[in-house]
């Protein structure tokens, strides 16, 4: 069957791909752009890559006609103030693109839904079910609550509070019930419903056998790092003031923060488990979700993380469009090293952010974090998915991956932290020298004050870190 995948470089889609192959799928990977998708190489040869935004009509032409399933993998929560609104665009668009091909069982992933009075998150998505609906093929919606796995956005922000915060004093939504599930168990669901007629034009709810509150899951997230934690809840806390709790502790965008704490205040229990019967499904404890979890950390083995979709931050850009950086109008901090050790070289270069830090000031790198989380920014909390690989599209610490090619020795980094400006960190092996280029195109005035302002700390680091990047005695 031809299976149409939307969202495939997301956190699902990414660990979709593979199962729906090895079924003998043959997978339309749609993305909106087709730079920052790197599937596996044993995948490339047996799927086939199609550039589409959901919102720019006259790209879903490129869907093709003769398929017959689809996955509607698409979520703008947090990307915009305005994100509803773009979210039913996007169904409307794609439902009316799919009346023009063979289509027969679409499925869509949502969340759960069965409070009367849900959050603004909550609403898009029952909103986007109800828009989907209308076409003429069978749809299935799976509504899951928390989806517990390594790189998902629920499992690392609960992970960063647990592991930072000895004592927590928190807001009255910790203890609001939910039903979370594994990510293993999602992704059956999803692959094994495709085709099954049982589910055509139904929607059921998916969870794991324990209904915890949020309180109750920190402190068995505690237990499994056999770390003691104390929390504490208070009903002081506003909505606003719970945002930028998680905010400022967490690796989540503040606009992200916002939606989650609307969202934590709804109950998320699931009605039934007729769908469980249906697929002949058994689910994960939780507490083996969180096991299963922490294995593929600790072998750095993440194949996917919300922290590599562009919800992570402000930005919402086309890598063709910031690839080749400009010179015209922009500061330029030009350095090169001799390199004696090519390979060696490129595994530092590959290696650097997250826990291995940017190889000299990091006490530096640090504050400049902290300074770009108190104005709004990313800051340095999102680190990095896995320690040693780096694709086009992934975040790294403040910074977005426009390019990453090991063979040909470049990495292209764009700044994602608030600057009055643009920003660019290039590393490039021509021959046996390491050339490292900080390029800034200011906005304004402000924008030359600023790059001025740091050129002393530039000029520290800068030398500091290539010199690191090329010292085999280091």
């Given at each position: 069957?031809r299976?149409l995948?939307?969202?495939?470089s997301?956190?699902?889609?990414?660990?979709?791909?593979?199962?729906?192959?090895?079924a003998?799928?043959?997978?339309?990977?749609c993305?909106?752009?087709v730079?920052?998708?790197?599937?596996?190489?044993?995948?490339?040869?047996?799927?086939?890559?199609?550039?589409?935004?959901?919102?720019?009509?006259?790209?879903?032409?490129?869907?093709?006609?003769?398929?017959d399933?689809?996955?509607?993998?698409?979520?703008?929560?947090?990307?915009?103030?305005?994100y509803?609104s773009?979210?039913?665009?996007?169904?409307?668009n794609?439902?009316?693109a799919?009346?023009?091909?063979?289509?027969?069982?679409?499925?869509?992933?949502?969340?759960?839904?069965?409070?009367?009075?849900?959050?603004?998150?909550?609403?898009?998505?029952?909103?986007?079910e109800?828009?989907l609906?209308?076409g003429?093929?069978?749809l299935?919606?799976?509504?899951?609550?928390?989806?517990?796995?390594?790189?998902?956005?629920?499992?690392?922000?609960m992970?960063?509070?647990?592991?930072?915060?000895?004592?927590?004093i928190?807001?009255?939504?910790?203890?609001?019930?939910?039903?979370p599930?594994?990510?293993?168990?999602?992704?059956?669901?999803?692959?094994?419903?495709?085709?099954?007629?049982?589910?055509?034009n139904?929607?059921?709810?998916?969870?794991?056998?324990?209904v915890?509150?949020y309180k109750e899951?920190?402190?068995?997230l505690g237990?499994?790092?056999?770390?003691?934690?104390?929390?504490?809840?208070?009903?002081?806390?506003?909505?606003?003031?719970?945002?930028?709790?998680?905010?400022?502790?967490?690796?989540?965008s503040?606009?992200?923060?916002?939606?989650?704490?609307?969202?934590?205040k709804?109950?998320?229990?699931?009605?039934?488990?007729?769908?469980?019967?249906?697929?002949?499904?058994?689910?994960?404890?939780?507490?083996?979700?969180?096991?299963?979890?922490?294995?593929?950390?600790?072998?750095?083995?993440?194949?996917?993380?919300w922290?590599?979709?562009?919800?992570?931050?402000?930005?919402?850009?086309?890598i063709s469009e910031f690839?080749h950086?400009?010179?015209?109008?922009?500061?330029?901090?030009?350095r090169e090293?001799?390199?004696?050790?090519r390979?060696?070289?490129?595994?530092?270069?590959?290696?650097?952010?997250?826990?291995?830090?940017?190889?000299?000031?990091?006490?530096?790198?640090?504050?400049?974090?902290l300074m770009?989380?108190?104005?709004?920014g990313?800051?340095?909390?999102r680190?990095?998915?896995?320690?040693?690989?780096?694709?086009?599209g992934?975040?790294?610490?403040?910074w977005r991956?426009?390019?990453?090619?090991?063979n040909?020795?470049?990495?292209l980094?764009?700044?994602?932290?608030k600057?009055?400006?643009?920003?660019?960190?290039?590393?490039?092996?021509v021959?046996n020298?390491?050339?490292?280029?900080?390029t800034?195109?200011?906005?304004?005035?402000?924008?030359?004050?600023?790059?001025?302002?740091?050129?002393?700390?530039?000029?520290?680091?800068?030398?500091?870190?290539?010199?690191?990047?090329?010292?085999?005695?280091?």
């Amino acid at each position: 069957m031809r299976v149409l995948l939307t969202g495939a470089s997301g956190y699902i889609g990414k660990r979709l791909l593979p199962i729906l192959v090895e079924a003998g799928h043959e997978v339309i990977c749609c993305v909106r752009d087709v730079k920052r998708f790197t599937p596996p190489e044993s995948l490339k040869s047996r799927i086939t890559i199609i550039q589409v935004d959901l919102l720019d009509e006259a790209s879903l032409v490129n869907i093709p006609k003769d398929i017959d399933g689809a996955y509607y993998l698409v979520h703008s929560m947090a990307t915009s103030s305005d994100y509803q609104s773009l979210e039913l665009s996007s169904a409307k668009n794609f439902r009316r693109a799919l009346s023009e091909t063979k289509v027969k069982h679409v499925i869509y992933l949502s969340g759960i839904v069965n409070e009367s009075a849900l959050s603004e998150h909550l609403t898009s998505r029952k909103n986007v079910e109800i828009e989907l609906g209308k076409g003429n093929y069978n749809l299935t919606t799976l509504r899951a609550g928390i989806i517990i796995g390594s790189g998902s956005a629920s499992f690392e922000i609960m992970r960063d509070l647990v592991e930072k915060l000895p004592v927590m004093i928190t807001p009255k939504w910790l203890n609001t019930k939910c039903q979370p599930i594994g990510i293993s168990d999602v992704l059956q669901f999803l692959s094994k419903t495709i085709f099954n007629e049982n589910t055509y034009n139904r929607d059921f709810d998916i969870g794991g056998p324990d209904v915890l509150t949020y309180k109750e899951m920190l402190l068995a997230l505690g237990r499994a790092r056999n770390l003691k934690r104390y929390i504490f809840i208070v009903p002081v806390m506003t909505p606003k003031l719970s945002s930028y709790w998680l905010y400022f502790v967490t690796s989540t965008s503040y606009k992200l923060a916002v939606a989650l704490v609307h969202s934590m205040k709804i109950e998320v229990v699931c009605r039934n488990h007729d769908i469980d019967k249906i697929l002949g499904i058994e689910t994960i404890s939780y507490q083996k979700a969180l096991e299963r979890a922490f294995v593929k950390i600790e072998k750095d083995e993440v194949v996917s993380s919300w922290k590599d979709a562009f919800i992570s931050s402000d930005f919402n850009l086309n890598i063709s469009e910031f690839i080749h950086v400009p010179t015209h109008g922009c500061f330029i901090d030009v350095r090169e090293e001799i390199i004696i050790d090519r390979n060696e070289c490129v595994e530092r270069i590959w290696s650097i952010g997250g826990e291995t830090g940017w190889y000299y000031g990091n006490w530096l790198w640090r504050i400049r974090g902290l300074m770009d989380k108190f104005v709004g920014g990313v800051g340095l909390r999102r680190g990095r998915t896995t320690e040693h690989s780096l694709n086009a599209g992934d975040a790294l610490d403040f910074w977005r991956v426009m390019y990453a090619d090991k063979n040909e020795g470049r990495l292209l980094l764009f700044a994602e932290m608030k600057l009055p400006g643009e920003a660019w960190l290039e590393f490039r092996i021509v021959d046996n020298k390491l050339i490292q280029t900080a390029t800034f195109r200011p906005l304004g005035l402000l924008g030359r004050l600023y790059w001025y302002s740091v050129l002393p700390f530039h000029g520290f680091i800068f030398k500091g870190m290539i010199r690191k990047l090329t010292d085999t005695l280091s």
